[in-house]
């Protein structure tokens, strides 16, 4: 299976721009461009695989702040409470596939 990228859906959300890439029910991609603060999330529902396209920033994972640059590959468990600052680009795997729904503002 191929999607390309002229067929994932655009938003503009904050500090951020997002392509999302519908796979299946077990998993979607997002390619996002963010320049700032993400605000503290968690997620009920999804495991996520963040990969560091380009650019740096933070990971504020439990509190704990990780710097992270390109090719980095970051893990988050579901129900973990999180944030991301910084200038970055990277591709972000949901698993099951992403619901608005199951993100959990914590701000």
């Known amino acids: 299976?191929?999607?390309r990228?002229?067929?994932?859906?655009?938003?503009?959300r904050g500090p951020m721009i997002i392509h999302e890439y519908k796979i299946?029910?077990?998993?979607?991609?997002?390619?996002i461009e963010i320049n700032?603060?993400?605000?503290?999330?968690?997620?009920?529902?999804?495991d996520r695989i963040y990969f560091i396209i380009d650019g740096e920033g933070k990971f504020?994972?439990?509190?704990e702040e990780h710097e992270v640059s390109k090719y980095d590959l970051v893990?988050?468990?579901?129900?973990?409470?999180?944030?991301?600052?910084?200038?970055?680009?990277?591709f972000l795997l949901h698993s099951p596939e992403?619901?608005?729904?199951?993100?959990?503002?914590?701000?």
Not at 24 to 31: I, Q, Y
Not at 38 to 45: A, D, E, F, S
Not at 98 to 107: A, E, M, N, V, Y
């Open 60 to 63: 504020i994972i439990n509190e």
């Open 75 to 90: 893990f988050i468990p579901k129900n973990t409470p999180y944030d991301i600052k910084g200038k970055m680009k990277y």
């Open 24 to 31: 299946n029910p077990k998993f979607s991609g997002t390619l």
């Open 5 to 12: 990228f002229k067929n994932a859906n655009r938003k503009e």
């Open 36 to 46: 700032g603060d993400h605000g503290k999330i968690k997620c009920l529902k999804e």
């Open 1 to 3: 299976m191929i999607i």
């Open 98 to 107: 992403f619901r608005p729904g199951h993100d959990i503002s914590l701000d």
